[in-house]
C-alpha cells in the first residue's frame, strides 16, 4: 500500500508539472 501512495504523489507530481507548463 505505501508503494502505491508514493506512485501516486509521483504521478500527481507529474501531472501538476505539465499542467503548470
Do not use: I
Not at 1 to 21: I, P
Request: proline share 0%; charged share 25%.
Amino acid at each position: 500500500m505505501g508503494n502505491t501512495k508514493q506512485f501516486r504523489t509521483q504521478t500527481s507530481e507529474r501531472h501538476s508539472s505539465l499542467a503548470k507548463v
